[in-house]
């Protein structure tokens, strides 16, 4: 059905039917009650911090019965919260605090660890670039500068193999 056919029909509903069809929406599909959950109680201050929690676990898990868990460092983690919040309609400032923390939390653990994969490089240049370009989309990108430029100079500090591949991105939008 296109958007044009859905108006059409919509259109020929009354007020009753609207809001029947709504309810059932809402009742039938978890997306839609959390649309709506949203909608009406927009605690962005609450899902940023379970976030960044979710986020930080990854690289920093819990212990479990003493024992400590190994870190994951799963990129996608951080990916799905940031995909959720641009459906959801979350304030971009938000989203770009949530992509910057990913980065620089993985900063500080590769700080602290030795990392061999050269996944975990090219994710975090992925992660890097994908959040540039949100916030220069989003025209808030100097509102962010000093933690981008922060971010590249941490990686001039590990000595990260693809540091000239973020200076590149940083050259873009410094001339």
């Given at each position: 059905m296109?958007k044009?056919?859905?108006k059409?029909y ?7 039917q609207?809001?029947e069809?709504?309810i ?7 997306p ?14 609450t899902?940023?911090q379970?976030c ?13 019965a003493?024992?400590r868990?190994k870190p994951?460092?799963r990129r ?6 940031i995909?959720h919040?641009?459906v959801?309609?979350?304030?971009p400032f938000?989203i ?9 939390i993985?900063q500080?653990?590769s700080?602290?660890h030795?990392?061999?994969q050269?996944l975990f ?7 890097f ?11 808030i990108?100097?509102?962010?500068k000093?933690?981008i430029?922060a971010i ?5 500090v590990?000595?990260?193999y693809n ?7 940083i ?5």
């Open positions: 296109s044009r056919d859905l059409k919509l259109a020929e509903l009354n007020k009753e609207l809001e069809q709504i059932e929406l809402y009742e039938k599909f978890s839609v009650k959390v649309y709506y959950n949203f909608v009406f109680n927009p605690k962005e201050e899902l940023l379970e960044k929690l979710k986020i930080s676990n990854e690289y920093y898990p819990f212990k479990k003493g024992r868990s994951k460092m996608s983690v951080a990916q799905k919260y995909k919040f641009l959801l309609g979350v304030d938000v770009a605090d949530v992509m910057l923390y990913n980065i620089e993985a500080t653990f700080s602290e030795d990392i061999k050269d490089f090219k994710s975090m240049l992925n992660s670039e994908q959040a540039v370009i949100f916030l220069i989309s989003n025209g990108l100097n509102d962010f000093p933690r430029i590249h100079d941490e990686t001039i590990q000595k990260w540091e000239p591949e973020f200076n590149a991105i050259e873009r939008f410094e001339y």
